[in-house]
């Protein structure tokens, strides 16, 4: 049986119920902290008990948790299994406090913001959720495949609608992405579907031009948003979109199977809920009634939050941009190696495509596991395909280096 602090729990205090110290950490909160600094990110990275088998590299794809966040789980855990009918419901209370400080994070209102399970929700709660016509149009970028475009299918199956890809060259500028959507909107044109960051390559779309454009034409704009939450700094006010559905346990490093969905406020009573709910709800809280959750994992995004706030989003935005840049460059003069990623640099993230001459990414991604012992993700049949790189704050200028030259090793032959 599990010691419970019942006076932690009388006073509503979920981070003593942790049994966690909830002050900042001393080494963090004193740092000046550049994406250079390695002082600083020694003391980051310290927060990860990582597996000592590999160097993950995957970032984009699945993320280790901080300590404080396994530990907080833990006990949580432990805590709702020994009485879930008052414990589940005690921690699942807490969501309305994540919520406000992940609303502040994101630049919306707390009532704009549903605690989802994961992006995939939140994608399918638009896709299924708006009334469309026979006719109506969905413009998406070509690199929705994997998951927004998936959302519509059965939509476009059942109602009649047009699912339209518009063409892109890779990598495309933000000009580029604009003026693709500009020519392609037509009057049947009701959403604009787009990656914040790219999944596989790292661009990062010009969402705020792609919102203006789709207003100007009465149309919306849904954002997948499951990159760049946690990774750069969003503004959903500034960004201007009307929907964008975000993973938590992506690079928040929150528990898996939770996310956040954001419905601008006036879009809210129109969209219905991917799940049927009573007639009362008719707030933001209608995209949360999924039934029975896993209230751990929601109260320990709490020790998430305050990890990543710690760090601050432009502090660690710029650690996750210096990382890509060290590989780039190590790779710059490497012959037949291409890393491929955002064009533009003051618009580039931390995630990229390694491409090597006669390598598929299946096979490079084994390599560097078997030889190397990277992480990484690489399953990309076409002209580009490569490994897709995404190294995470725990990840040391040594390990961008040995990276390099493993890639150089395989590319020489
Ligand atoms: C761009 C993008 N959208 C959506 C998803 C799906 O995320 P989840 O499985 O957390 O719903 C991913 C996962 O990697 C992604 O990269």
């Known amino acids: 049986m599990p010691t419970i602090n019942r006076r932690a729990v009388l006073n509503g205090s979920l981070a003593a119920l942790a049994g966690l110290a909830s002050g900042p950490m001393p080494a963090i909160a004193a740092s000046r902290g550049r994406g250079d ?21 995957n970032g984009g ?4 948790l901080p300590r404080r966040v396994v530990s907080a789980l833990t006990r949580y855990l432990e805590y709702a299994a020994s009485a879930p009918r008052p414990n589940n419901y005690y921690l699942l209370n807490h969501r309305d406090q994540h919520r406000g400080r992940l609303a502040a994070l994101m630049n919306c209102g707390p009532d704009e913001l549903a605690l989802t399970r994961n992006t995939t929700e939140g994608l399918n709660t638009v896709a299924s959720g708006l009334e469309f016509e026979r006719g109506d149009e969905v413009l998406f970028s070509p690199f929705e ?10 939509v476009a199956a059942r109602s009649g609608i047009k699912l339209t890809v518009v063409d892109l060259p890779v990598p495309p500028t933000a000009d580029q992405v604009v003026e693709a959507f500009a020519e392609r909107m037509t009057r049947n044109t ?8 790219v999944d596989s390559w790292g661009f990062v779309l010009p969402v705020q031009r792609l919102a203006r454009l789709a207003h100007d034409a009465g149309a919306e704009l849904l954002v997948d948003g499951a990159l760049s939450f946690g990774h750069i700094p969003v503004d959903l006010r500034a960004m201007g979109c009307d929907y964008y559905a975000t993973s938590l346990h992506k690079w928040l490093n929150a528990p898996l199977g939770t996310g956040a969905l954001y419905v601008r406020g006036d879009r809210i009573e129109d969209l219905w809920p991917l799940y049927g709910v009573r007639a009362d709800a008719g707030d933001i809280s209608k995209f949360e009634r999924i039934g029975t959750r896993d209230g751990a994992a929601v109260a320990a995004i709490g020790q998430a939050i305050d990890f990543y706030e710690q760090i601050g989003p432009e502090r660690k935005a710029a650690r996750l941009k210096y990382l890509l840049e060290r590989t780039m460059a190590g790779l710059s003069d490497a012959s037949g190696v291409r890393v491929v990623t955002e064009p533009d640099p003051d618009r580039r993230a931390g995630l990229a495509r ?12 084994r390599t560097l596991l078997d ?12 002209e580009l395909d490569g490994v897709y790189i995404s190294p995470n704050v725990f990840n040391s200028p040594g390990e961008i280096d040995r990276f390099v030259d493993a890639v150089r090793e395989i590319a020489r032959g």
């Open 354 to 365: 390694v491409v090597v001459d006669g390598w598929t990414g299946k096979d490079l991604t």
């Open 145 to 154: 495949d994997r998951y927004a475009l998936s959302a519509f299918e059965p």
């Open 371 to 382: 030889r190397y012992s990277f992480f990484v993700y690489g399953n990309f049949p076409g």
């Open 37 to 57: 600094d390695e002082d600083f990110w020694s003391n980051v990275a310290f927060e990860y008990d990582l597996e000592d088998r590999y160097t993950m590299m």
């Open 61 to 64: 794809g699945n993320n280790p």
């Open 190 to 197: 009701r959403l604009l579907c787009v990656s914040h960051i």
